[in-house]
């Protein structure tokens, strides 16, 4: 599986801005997605992830209530949809792709990584 992440760039606080992870490959469909990120001189964070069937979604308590993960198998894309942002959301942007969401929660278990994105969110 291959991943492209796109959408990122500059965005004021309190703004929205959308990913997108546009994946190629085999059996899409068949994997869980998620998306973290690493802020500059912190560790990569998990963000979001959803399983394989798009039923079950899993954020982190920084974004609860503000990002949300979905996907369109159709399509071969997964989409983080980010509102409200805060400056402390600026970082680069990735998606990952695994066999459990629920794994992928806890920070294990990413078979495969896409390119990362810069998302910037001013003040």
């Known amino acids: 599986v291959q991943l492209q992440a796109s959408g990122g760039g500059l965005a004021q606080a309190g703004g929205p801005l959308r990913l997108s992870c546009a994946a190629s490959?085999?059996?899409?469909?068949?994997?869980?997605m998620g998306w973290f990120r690493k802020a500059p001189g912190k560790e990569r964070e998990f963000v979001a992830a959803i399983s394989w069937s798009g039923g079950n979604t899993y954020y982190a308590d920084s974004v609860k209530g503000r990002f949300t993960i979905s996907r369109d198998s159709a399509k071969n894309a997964v989409y983080l949809q980010m509102n409200s942002l805060k400056p402390e959301d600026t970082a680069v942007y990735y998606c990952?792709?695994?066999?459990?969401?629920?794994?992928?929660?806890?920070?294990?278990?990413?078979?495969?990584w896409g390119k990362g994105t810069q998302v910037t969110v001013s003040s």
């Open positions: 990952a792709a695994g066999m459990s969401a629920v794994n992928m929660y806890n920070g294990r278990g990413m078979d495969y």
């Open positions: 490959g085999r059996a899409f469909s068949s994997y869980a």
